[in-house]
Nanobody, 117 residues
Framework: QVQPRESGGGLVQAGGSLTLSCAASGRIFQSNGVGWYRQTPGKQRELVAQITRIGAKTSDSVKGRFTISKISANYTVYLQMNNLKSEDTGVYYC????????????WGQGTQVTVSA
């Protein structure tokens, strides 16, 4: 099983945009889908967006600002983040959208997103 690889994080001003990429080529991602999680200090890792065979959805905290999409041909999942806020700061990870299974599979390095006021 190959762990997913995240990229695209960086430093951005509030109100700006970033696009994160997730390379998730394992069969388990094709069958379970892919989710983007956000880890902020002192808080539990939060699932902010997911895309599965059923469709895509985002959490209330990012709804209307974040969009998840995928290109099946190269097994890449994107997270387009617009109108970023300081509370979006954190390390972003991609994995299957079920936390328990994701933990069992193992987490990648993540990608840091920092939003300055």
């Amino acid at each position: 099983q190959v762990q997913p690889r995240e990229s695209g994080g960086g430093l951005v001003q509030a109100g700006g945009s970033l696009t994160l990429s997730c390379a998730a080529s394992g069969r388990i991602f094709q069958s379970n889908g892919v989710g983007w999680y956000r880890q902020t200090p002192g808080k539990q890792r939060e699932l902010v967006a997911q895309i599965t065979r059923i469709g895509a959805k985002t959490s209330d905290s990012v709804k209307g600002r974040f969009t998840i999409s995928k290109i099946s041909a190269n097994y890449t999942v994107y997270l387009q983040m617009n109108n970023l806020k300081s509370e979006d700061t954190g390390v972003y990870y991609c994995n299957v959208p079920t936390y328990a299974l994701a933990t069992r599979l193992g987490w990648g390095q993540g990608t840091q997103v920092t939003v300055s006021a």
